[in-house]
């Protein structure tokens, strides 16, 4: 029996993505080969790399804007050094909402300057920290929109007269923002995009070149723009069963539908955690994720009956990170309202027999 999978990436991708990627290991577009054995400079797998690519900026409303797609490797984490390599010549302002910002100031100090501009490290990143300004002299702004971990999602973004970073992982392709506002985005593949082992980066070009350190070629983003990034062999299996997930979102309506089934299931799970006197959310109410919702138990006795409740309900991956404890679900674009549904029947049914 398929599970209502709510772990928190790698995570649910749509079943019939599953579907076909599975077949495309035995046999590519008839060919008789997998794609797993054809060559990356091959027409088939080139014309895979450039649909994900272009399909990736039609769907976050930014073709023929100047920005570039790209699938390279070594995840997020690999971002968070690769943006400060090609763009902090002196300083750039941060804004740390979680651990994985944290972690993206941690290897920007290696290049230069770091200007915390806020911080909600004083509540374990509870909440989104606003009331902050990004000066005007710094290379560039860098923020995180969803906190993965707490399941915080930044729902306004400051304006700025630097250029503006954005680590998306966990909520890529889940809302509708303009994007235009963003100058680099980057994304981990393994939530919303595909598999892990790719991760999108989208970049306006002309943001580029500004530094004078040397850049390692693999580093640089302007090598693999050049190269339609192909400057080395690419994740094929990743970027391909990217594109089919993205295909999926584009045929459901893409983001602006998805974003109202997001809204939908984030209401119900939330409305449930507000109503029900077993459950506390984690965070602040106005800075809740519609992708990761944190909550805890009011009475720490009632846990063995609860995970038993929710793990014999078919439902997987609910635990949250250690460093929140409590609950996680994440309800990623995949994950029905159906499977919701089943996790908030679980809660309620705690709360007739407690
Ligand atoms: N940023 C965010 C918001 C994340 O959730 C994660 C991990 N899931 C990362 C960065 C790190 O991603 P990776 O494991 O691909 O390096």
Not at 85 to 114: D, H, M, P
Not at 207 to 223: A, F, H, N, Q, T
């Amino acid at each position: 029996m398929k599970k209502h999978n709510y772990s928190a990436g790698p995570c649910i991708l749509p079943q019939e993505v599953f579907k076909e990627a599975s077949q495309a290991i035995l046999d590519y577009n008839n060919s008789g080969l997998s794609i797993l054995e054809i060559s990356h400079r091959s027409k088939d797998f080139v014309d895979v790399m450039e649909e994900a690519r272009s399909l990736s900026l039609e769907l976050l409303g930014l073709e023929n804007k100047g920005y570039k797609a790209l699938f390279l490797q070594g995840g997020a984490s690999m971002q968070f050094l690769m943006v400060a390599y090609n763009l902090l010549e002196k300083k750039a302002a941060y804004l740390n909402s979680g651990t994985w910002a944290s972690k993206a100031i941690k290897e920007a100090k290696l290049f230069g300057e770091v200007q915390v501009v806020g911080s909600s490290e004083d509540k374990n990143f509870s909440y989104i920290p606003k009331k902050y300004d990004v000066p005007g002299d710094v290379d560039y702004f860098h923020c995180t929109s969803n906190n993965t971990i707490f399941g915080t999602q930044m729902k306004k973004f400051p304006k700025t007269a630097v250029p503006v970073v954005c680590d998306m992982s966990s909520d890529i392709f889940s809302r509708q923002l303009d994007f235009s506002k963003f100058d680099l985005i980057y994304a981990g593949a393994q939530k919303n995009m595909g598999p892990a082992g790719t991760t999108l980066v989208i970049i306006k070009e002309d943001i580029l070149g500004e530094v004078s350190r040397k850049i390692p070629s693999m580093m640089d983003y302007k090598v693999h723009i050049g190269k339609d990034s192909m400057f080395n062999t690419p994740a094929v299996y990743a970027v391909y069963v990217s594109l089919l997930t993205m295909r999926w979102l584009k045929e459901q309506g893409g983001i602006k539908a998805i974003e109202e089934q997001n809204e939908k299931k984030a209401q119900l799970l939330y409305s449930e955690i507000d109503i029900n006197p077993l459950f506390k959310g984690f965070t602040a109410k106005e800075d809740r994720s519609i992708m990761n919702a944190t909550f805890n138990l009011t009475k720490d006795s009632l846990k063995d009956e609860f995970d038993k409740m929710w793990k014999d309900a078919g439902i997987n991956g609910l635990n949250g990170h250690r460093s929140v404890g409590g609950y996680r679900a994440s309800m990623y674009n995949a994950l029905p309202l159906e499977s919701v549904q089943i996790l908030v029947d679980v809660m309620s049914d705690l709360e007739r027999k407690a």
